[in-house]
């Protein structure tokens, strides 16, 4: 387990708790289980609670959980998985910089395809565009997904629309509510962003040796800072409710692994037909475009195979955006 990850322990009481919710689990038990001695339990139950783990002790009995904890451990998410790779290997952190940084790191030193990193808590999460990432703890999901595919490094933008597919069909499951992608990767209900994505990767002379898919999405925040609350939401603030963070995750990597082997199998087009056929910005959208040369207004009118957006501004000239970002005229 990678240095500064939860610990393997916490894990296993974790998956202990929670598999033995209805009952009063026994100390010894617990004990055994975790490969501690009898007298380091309350210690480690200690530990659980400040990490906002909800433990009623029973005096002479054991331990039981007072509600299942909304954690993005491991072994829970891991139980509920197939056999596919992503979410194979789940690095998990109650607090890290930033779950890029860390994976793009892992990566380099080797990391499998397929590995996710994922925190409670980001205290440097980057944004697209130098920006920061708002991740307030346990409020948020906030993950990276290393890749290893035979690709060229031109097809990072396929990657990136598709995990905002995947990541799309996930919300949609779990939450019911109408979710759409406006290009190149936010994911935003009822107008405001819900959730970005930041794709970076490590390449060589043509050669893509890890892409990292950097997903945020804003769950369970009550309320967004000041700055951001014109433009950015929760799932929570949209339908009023809380969700289970670890259902959305479990379902978040089971469509990632769904779109990913969609586009090994059926190519980059199979991708570019759903992304367009699930954003209302694929064609006929008023937008802002904003590149790294010129602001405009203009319209859409498609996405290219390779998985550029295409525009036609006010005086008749198409172009297909490779970079930056677009914005909603009203
Ligand atoms: C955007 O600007 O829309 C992209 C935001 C990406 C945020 C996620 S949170 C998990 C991962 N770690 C980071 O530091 N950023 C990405």
Request: hydrophobic share 40%.
């Amino acid at each position: 387990m990678a240095a500064g990850s939860t610990e393997h322990k916490i894990d296993k009481m974790i998956h202990l708790l929670v598999k033995n919710a209805t009952v009063v689990v026994p100390g010894p038990k617990i004990a055994s289980q975790m490969g501690v001695s009898p007298s380091a339990v309350f210690l480690w139950v200690e530990k659980l609670r400040g990490l906002g783990v909800e433990i009623k002790g029973h005096v002479g009995t054991g331990y039981q959980l007072s509600k299942i904890p909304d954690i993005l451990v491991p072994s829970l998410i891991k139980a509920e998985l197939g056999e596919g790779e992503i979410g194979h290997s789940i690095v998990h952190h109650f607090r890290t910089d930033s779950t890029n940084t860390l994976a793009l790191s892992l990566a380099q030193q080797g990391a499998a395809h397929g590995t996710v990193v994922v925190a409670e808590e980001q205290t440097a999460g980057r944004g697209r565009l130098g920006r920061t990432w708002y991740s307030e703890k346990s409020s948020g999901i906030y993950a990276s997904l290393i890749l290893r595919p035979s690709l060229s490094p031109a097809a990072a933008p396929i990657l990136t629309l598709m995990a905002g597919v995947a990541t799309q069909n996930a919300l949609n499951s779990v939450t019911g509510l109408d979710v759409d992608i406006r290009w190149p990767n936010d994911l935003l209900v009822n107008g405001k962003k819900v959730c970005g994505i930041l794709t970076e990767m490590s390449a060589e002379l043509g050669r893509l040796h890890a892409i990292v898919l950097g997903i945020g999405i804003n769950v369970n925040h009550g309320e967004m800072p000041g700055e951001l609350r014109s433009v950015a939401t929760s799932l929570r603030i949209e339908s009023r409710r809380s969700w289970s963070r670890v259902q959305i995750f479990i379902a978040l990597l089971k469509e990632l692994e769904r779109y990913y082997h969609l586009l090994l199998e059926k190519g980059s087009a199979a991708i570019v037909e759903r992304w367009a056929a699930a954003s209302t910005y694929a064609s006929g959208k008023r937008v802002r475009t904003v590149t790294a040369e010129a602001e405009s207004v203009a319209t859409t009118v498609g996405v290219d195979p390779s998985g550029a957006l295409r525009v036609r501004y006010d005086d008749g000239h198409e172009e297909a955006l490779v970079a930056g970002e677009i914005a909603e005229v009203k």
